[in-house]
């Protein structure tokens, strides 16, 4: 089977069982909140859109040591038998507030702020992690591209290049969130209800002895979608077979739904195959492109005036080529009802449990402030939500249509200037009076006691 | 579950399932040869190392529709009853020819060859694609960070930010293959048997009331396997903290292991830690440090005379950042034993079935000859190996071990310019006067029957 987060206790590092085990021996089982958030924003970033939720609520929900985990475990001679025992009556118990998939965040703000005894929500760190940040960076990926192409179709076809298996999944899935319109990766198709798209590649000409005789076919078997891959040997060349294709499917009352280039110069070729189809009265077959696409390369042909109808784009929206991670972190805020924080160069966090108030003023996102959670705050919209109370879901998970559409809202909201390829602007973001003073307090109390300490 | 390759049919591109429809209804069973091999060099890359075969070996191996997957198609309404039926008894029957993981290989070619009826052949290309060029990609990385740290030991940190769970298992794997001494990830040590290490992080040294109280507890719980975690609040003052845990661990006949940085300049912090454990007779506690390296950084610290026993690399590695995908392609060289080629710019292909040899002088690696398969090349190794036939492995599975001590022995033989973190030398590739031939002839007879007809 395929990453299905129902099994994943022991995908976690090692260093999170051997403080659990200390905490077991000491009888530390106080709750604790820790915080995820973004320090920094990547390059050309400046605002993320929240995806991965569901995948960490499923995790949590069916966090679990199987028998083969603690047989693993006691042979690393690590652990006592007590600890083990522990461990496999472990259930997630926590609490979880967060953004909703598909809403647009910024830098510093708390993503997601579990609380739970310190042994469980220390152990779900890595997972936690590893899915908010993949899934947030190809979201925002994504959304970089529907920016770009300005009204034109985008379709994932990165399923070849992802990072594995896993990846490959949660990429259809995060590109549609952010505006794409589907996926050629049909298990992503089956699993979350994404359309799918997709005719034929070079083999398939190949595998015929003309080119022509490949579209002929195709068009026989696929009357209703047939989409023809014109460069194989020549574009132009392509254009014109795929034009007499089209016009005889025009006398059998067909119709040919479009044309793929792969390769060469996207913005003359494009033209030249628009002016092609037009002189065979094929104005209404539709341009598709593929090969090498992410936001920068849709933006430069549209530039130079391609003819496009919809782009196919892969590897570089599907490992987020020019950003493939964020300087996300997961810390301890509170514990045992103390506001906590690291002090580390260049790595300090926010203490406590948080809210974030999100400020609109004539339809536009105007600002955001971060403030304690409790702390009374009369206007702006509280942003994270109760998704999680005891270990169990406080609602059903959303549906993948109501994920997309609370983007497209809230996307459109947001200012040109941060979604431009290479903004220069920076949305702005304050902390409340609360956790201001709050932050000050932890502080210099840290700098008495540990320093001053020898 | 994580993602186990067996059953992963769906996860393919549509067109794949419309271009076997076409065959399917043409009578198309002809054999056919794909050939997987990467167009160029990403940057500052100079060789590959071999990873990923197991997995795709196990794939095909597992081929075969679900019964889900099959009512799914049914439900798209692209497909006949008679193609659907046709796929349920479907599994892979061909034979494989493969580099064998761990070794060294370079641009174009050959990484694997597949020669099955062209629907079998075709259907699992996004998946062949996508295992070697992560896993490649991931084990070439990890191969640059050995040679950039010198001797000193290297730990895989990176679960928490691969791109899924996927890719953090295939990680620990292919960074273990290249060298590394183990990994942080305790799922791919269980399944993998790869050792794993780790102790600590800063929410430990938080939720005790001091941070000398955390060395404490975390001493006597873990008395063999204590690496002090020493940045939370001031790395100097941690470091005159864990001399003094170290002195009590030793009056108690035991060994403080190690001590790790995770934030600030490394070569000054490590050099003034060395000095404080040295200062107290702790010469032999090591100086673990982790925080956004990679092999760049690695050996711009050891520039600095940073004093470093081991490096835990994390997301730069993990997600192979500086070249997060290659330009791989797995591309039809032969149908109907008639080698074919296609011609889209820039995208040319290496007709037929081929075969590898390998030339060592003096103990190095001089040169690599492309030739077809049956070509008779008197000198050289033959690199790609038979590895699967009618769809059964060949033989069973080489250990992770083999795999990293054929990594290891040839890693030794390459040229130091290769490895170089900006190598500016190519390894030379020669095509075979057979191979040159043959792809003058087809790209000639192609450019006449395609290009010449209209």
Redesign the interface.
Same mark, same amino acid.
């Given at each position: 089977?395929?990453? !299905?987060?129902?099994?994943?206790a022991?995908?976690?590092?090692?260093?999170?069982?051997?403080?659990a085990?200390?905490?077991f021996?000491?009888n530390?089982f106080?709750k604790?909140t820790?915080s995820l958030f973004i320090r920094k924003y990547p390059p050309n970033r400046r605002y993320f859109v929240s995806a991965g939720l569901d995948d960490v609520l499923t995790f949590l929900e069916n966090l679990k040591f199987s028998k083969?985990?603690l047989d &693993?475990?006691e042979n690393?001679k690590?652990f006592s038998p007590d600890f083990l025992h522990y461990l496999s009556n472990l259930r997630f118990t926590g609490d979880v507030f967060a953004i909703p998939e598909g809403r647009i965040f910024f830098k510093d703000e708390p993503i997601l702020e579990v609380t739970a005894p310190?042994i469980e929500a220390?152990l779900v760190?890595?997972?936690i992690?590893?899915?908010i940040?993949?899934q947030v960076s190809i979201a925002t990926k994504a959304s970089r591209c529907l920016y770009a192409a300005k009204g034109r179709k985008l379709v994932d076809?990165s399923? !070849? !290049?992802? #990072?594995?298996?896993?990846?490959?999944?949660?990429v259809a899935r995060a590109s549609y969130i952010a505006g794409f319109m589907g996926t050629?990766?049909?298990?992503a198709? !089956?699993l979350y209800n994404i359309p799918?798209?997709?005719?034929?590649? #070079?083999?398939?000409?190949?595998?015929f002895d003309?080119?022509?005789s490949a579209f002929r076919?195709?068009s026989?078997?696929?009357p209703e979608?047939t989409v023809l891959l014109i460069?194989?040997?020549?574009t132009i060349?392509g254009a &014109?077979k795929a034009a007499a294709v089209g016009k005889e499917m025009r006398e059998r009352g067909l119709k040919l739904k479009g044309v793929r280039l792969?390769?060469?110069d996207t913005p003359s070729l494009s033209r030249q195959v628009r002016k092609v189809l037009n002189e065979s009265g094929l104005n209404d077959v539709s341009i598709f492109v593929s090969g090498g696409f992410d936001e920068y390369k849709i933006a430069e042909v549209i530039e130079k005036g391609a003819e496009i109808d919809a782009f196919g784009v892969g590897?570089?929206m599907g490992?987020?080529?020019d950003a493939?991670?964020t300087d996300?972190a997961y810390?301890?805020v509170k514990?045992?009802n103390r506001p906590?924080?690291?002090?580390?160069?260049?790595?300090e966090t926010l203490v406590d449990e948080k809210q974030i108030y999100r400020f609109v003023e004539n339809g536009r996102l105007k600002k955001d402030v971060i403030a304690l959670r409790h702390e009374p705050i009369e206007e702006g919209e509280p942003i994270l939500q109760p998704v999680m109370r005891g270990g169990k879901r406080v609602s059903p998970p959303d549906s993948l249509e109501e994920i997309r559409e609370r983007f497209f809202e809230e996307f459109l909201k947001l200012d040109e200037e941060l979604k431009e390829l290479e903004p220069k602007k920076e949305f702005p973001i304050e902390l409340s009076p609360g956790l201001r003073k709050l932050q000050e307090r932890v502080t210099y109390r840290?700098l008495e006691?540990?320093?001053g300490?020898?």
């Open positions: 089977m395929f990453a !299905r987060p129902d099994n994943l022991l995908l976690t590092d090692l260093y999170e069982l051997t403080m085990a200390c905490y021996e000491y530390m106080t604790a820790f083969e985990d &693993y475990l690393t690590l310190i220390q760190e890595p997972l992690i590893n899915t940040n993949f076809f399923l !070849r !290049r992802t #990072h594995g298996t896993d990846a490959a999944l949660k050629s990766n049909v298990l198709g !089956r799918t798209f997709g005719t034929m590649a #070079h083999s398939f000409i190949l595998s003309k080119e022509l076919a195709f026989k078997v696929f979608n460069d194989t040997y020549d060349t &014109y792969d390769s060469g590897t570089k490992v987020s080529a493939p991670y996300i810390k301890l514990y045992n906590v924080l690291k002090l580390s160069a260049g790595k840290i006691k540990e320093l300490e020898s």
